[in-house]
C-alpha cells in the first residue's frame, strides 16, 4: 500500500538528509540554522511517520539504522532534483557545503586513485566525504537506480540509463623482490622474458568471474602451466606476497609504480604482448543536472589525468 503523502511532513526530509550526511544532530542543526531540540522533535516525528528508529545514538554521533540507508538513497536523489528545478544555481561549493559520494569500486581505485583524491580534498580544506563499496552482482543495479554516485570498473555496464566513459587506460607489468638476487634475476637484469615468466612461481589473484585481458591469454593450456605459489584477495596482497620472495606477480602498471619503492619491488615489462585494460566511470543518468555530480566526475577525471 502507497504511502499517503498527505500524512508527511515534506519538511522532514531535508532535516533527515542533513542527518545522514553529518552523522551528528548538533551539526545538521547548525547546518539547517535549527535549534537542537527543534531537530530532535523533527526527527522523532519522522520516526513515528515511518516506524523506524532510523538513527542509533553513539559517542560521537549516530548510526543509520538500515532502513534510513535505503531511503536516504532514494530522498537524496529526489531532493537533489528538486533543489534544481526551484533554484537557478547552478553550482556546487565542495568549501560550504557538505556532501557524501557513493562510489562503487575495487581494490585498484582504493590502492591507486583513493590517496590523491583524499589528498586534493584535505588540501583544499573541502566539506565532503566518501563512502566506497566493493563491485557485486548487485553494482549496475545500484548505479541505474541512482544509489551509488560513480562506478570504476574494468568492464562497462551496457545500459540506456547509463553513461559510460573511457578515462584511461592501465597496462599490465611484472613485479619482483629486487632483493632476491640469482643467477636468473641478477642486479643489472632490467627485462624479464616468456621463459622467464614460465619458470617462475607466481602469486596470482583468484578467478573473479570476469576476464581481463590478461585472464584471456591465460586461459590457454600453454599459460595455465604457470607455476602458482599463492592465491590471495587483493592487489596489494600480491604486492606483500612478492616482498621477501622468489614469487612475481603480474599486475597493473600503475599500482607496480605506486608502491614499488615501499615493497621493494623490481618492475618489468610485460613480456607476452597484451591488449591495455580501459578505466571506465560510470553513472546514472538521474544526475546529469546534479551540480555535485559533475563537480565528482571532474574531480575524479583530474585525479586520473594527472596519474596517469
Not at 503523502?5 to 553529518?22: C, G, I, K, Q, W
Not at 637484469?189 to 591469454?217: Q, S, W
Request: net charge neutral; with cysteine.
Amino acid at each position: 500500500m502507497k504511502l499517503n503523502l498527505r500524512s508527511v511532513d515534506l519538511n522532514l526530509l531535508p532535516v533527515f538528509e542533513a542527518v545522514m550526511e553529518t552523522r551528528q544532530y548538533s551539526k545538521a542543526a547548525e547546518q539547517l540554522a535549527m535549534s537542537q531540540p527543534a531537530m530532535s522533535a523533527a526527527i522523532q516525528r519522522l520516526k513515528n511517520t515511518l516506524k523506524d528508529p532510523l538513527f542509533v545514538r553513539m559517542s560521537k554521533g549516530v548510526i543509520p539504522t538500515p532502513k534510513a540507508e535505503a531511503l536516504y538513497q532514494d530522498i537524496r536523489v529526489a531532493l537533489s532534483q528538486i533543489r534544481q528545478s526551484l533554484s537557478s544555481q547552478q553550482d556546487f561549493d565542495p568549501k560550504t557545503q557538505q556532501h557524501t559520494f557513493r562510489i562503487l569500486s575495487g581494490d585498484y581505485f582504493e590502492f591507486v586513485l583513493l590517496p590523491p583524491l583524499i589528498e586534493t580534498i584535505e588540501s583544499n580544506g573541502l566539506q565532503v566525504r566518501f563512502n566506497l563499496n566493493h563491485i557485486t552482482e548487485d553494482s549496475p543495479k545500484q548505479l541505474i537506480h541512482a544509489q551509488a554516485d560513480v562506478l570504476l570498473d574494468a568492464f562497462p555496464i551496457e545500459d540506456d540509463r547509463i553513461h559510460c566513459e573511457v578515462v584511461s587506460q592501465e597496462t599490465l607489468v611484472v613485479v619482483r623482490n629486487n632483493k632476491v638476487r640469482n643467477e636468473q634475476y641478477p642486479a643489472t637484469k632490467k627485462t624479464i622474458t616468456a621463459h622467464d615468466f614460465f619458470n617462475a612461481t607466481h602469486a596470482v589473484l583468484p578467478n573473479r568471474g570476469r576476464l581481463l585481458p590478461l585472464d584471456k591469454i591465460l586461459d590457454t593450456p600453454l599459460l595455465q602451466e604457470r607455476k602458482i605459489g599463492v592465491q590471495v584477495t587483493q592487489y596489494i596482497g600480491l604486492l606483500a606476497a612478492v616482498t621477501n620472495s622468489e614469487h612475481i606477480a603480474t599486475v597493473p602498471k600503475q599500482l607496480a609504480i605506486k608502491y614499488a619503492a615501499a615493497f621493494g619491488l623490481d618492475i618489468y615489462d610485460f613480456p607476452i604482448d597484451v591488449p591495455s585494460i580501459p578505466l571506465y566511470m560510470m553513472w546514472s543518468k538521474a544526475f546529469d543536472h546534479d551540480p555535485a555530480s559533475k563537480w565528482l566526475l571532474n574531480q575524479l577525471r583530474e585525479v586520473i589525468n594527472n596519474t596517469f
